[in-house]
């Protein structure tokens, strides 16, 4: 069963913008990434998919229930992106206030509080007004709230944004423990980077229309560069003669003149580049370093968004 589907979920506010016709399916125990850029259209979607917005048209299912069926939501966690709590609770209350909004009883909701308080980091201050929390605490407590019911599926909207480089590897640390528990985590963010760490399935809208979805890193392997550092034996004319035909020879730069170069190859694909080692070793070339290069997340988004696709690059 996927943990999302979609079949041309359409939602437009006064007949424009929104998102149209977005048919999506996220595999289960992933960490999906939802890119596009502002006004894409993907706070529209996940507020369906949360039940907060009615679809125009269209059908989709969460964790295998209709979204208009409140048990959808039973086992679903939601951070949303300019969240605002009770800030005159503490803490410790408002994520109380919440495990009473999701059915837990008190004493269910003692120890589950204790240990979301452990999980984000805020055991220390769970006394400490909401109000008085830093921007970087306000998000950690939204997403305790979030984490509360252990979900099932965890919508994160921009879940980063506010935090330093530690509470950012906290979180992304969080994530990927929550999907080797199994769980599905489902993030809206601009931070490119920080996405290519932790996911592999990502969907892409643009102007409402969904452009891609998939592993991502399939589309990297399609295509290789390697950048080799090598001992070019004070002839870098020879080189090229080392170097089957199927790789091209992209650059070669020297780092010391007649001595050491920095090669960059293109291979056919991943695989073919123990084959490329295999033949500069065995014209007796030595090789000090070897680095792959792939496309970055970055560079896949800009190609879909500037309309050039991937095919087209
Ligand atoms: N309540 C609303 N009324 C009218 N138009 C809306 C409303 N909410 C969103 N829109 C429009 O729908 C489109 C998609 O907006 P949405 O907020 O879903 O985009 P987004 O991808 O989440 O953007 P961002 O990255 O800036 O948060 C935009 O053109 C926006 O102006």
């Given at each position: 069963m996927l943990a999302i589907e979609t079949h041309n979920l359409t939602k437009t506010y006064q007949g424009q913008g929104g998102c149209q016709g977005i048919s999506l399916a996220v595999p289960r125990a992933t960490v999906f990434g939802l890119l596009g850029p502002n006004g894409a259209g993907k706070s529209t979607l996940v507020k369906m998919l949360v039940g907060l917005l009615q679809p125009t048209s269209g059908e989709a299912k969460v964790l295998g229930k209709p979204i208009q069926d409140a048990a959808s939501r039973q086992k679903v966690g939601f951070l949303p992106e300019n969240f605002r709590y009770h800030d005159w609770l503490s803490g410790e209350d408002l994520l109380r206030f919440h495990a009473?909004?999701?059915?837990?009883?008190?004493?269910?909701?003692?120890?589950?509080?204790?240990?979301?308080?452990?999980?984000?980091?805020?055991?220390?201050?769970?006394?400490?007004?909401?109000?008085?929390?830093?921007?970087?605490?306000?998000?950690?407590?939204?997403?305790?709230?979030?984490?509360?019911?252990?979900?099932?599926?965890?919508?994160?909207?921009?879940?980063?944004?506010?935090?330093?480089p530690i509470g950012r590897k906290v979180v992304r640390d969080l994530i990927v423990s929550l999907q080797e528990q199994g769980k599905t985590v489902f993030i809206n963010s601009h931070l490119l980077s920080e996405l290519e760490n932790i996911c592999n399935h990502i969907a892409i809208i643009k102007q409402g229309n969904l452009l891609f979805q998939g592993n991502w890193r399939e589309l990297t392997n399609r295509q290789v560069q390697v950048k080799i550092i090598l001992d070019v034996l004070g002839n870098e004319n020879r080189l090229a003669d080392a170097v089957p035909t199927e790789y091209q020879v992209i650059s070669q730069t020297p780092i010391i003149k007649n001595t050491r170069y920095e090669l960059l190859i293109s291979c056919p694909s991943e695989e073919d580049i123990p084959g490329l080692i295999h033949s500069l070793t065995a014209a007796n070339y030595p090789i000090f370093e070897v680095t792959p290069v792939t496309d970055s997340l970055e560079k896949i988004f800009l190609d879909y968004v500037s309309n050039r696709g991937w095919e087209g690059r």
């Open positions: 009473s909004l999701f059915g837990l009883s008190a004493s269910e909701s003692a120890g589950r509080i204790a240990e979301v308080l452990n999980m984000v980091g805020l055991s220390e201050h769970r006394h400490k007004r909401v109000g008085n929390y830093s921007k970087g605490m306000q998000q950690r407590i939204g997403l305790g709230c979030a984490l509360l019911p252990d979900p099932e599926l965890i919508f994160l909207d921009e879940p980063t944004s506010a935090l330093d």
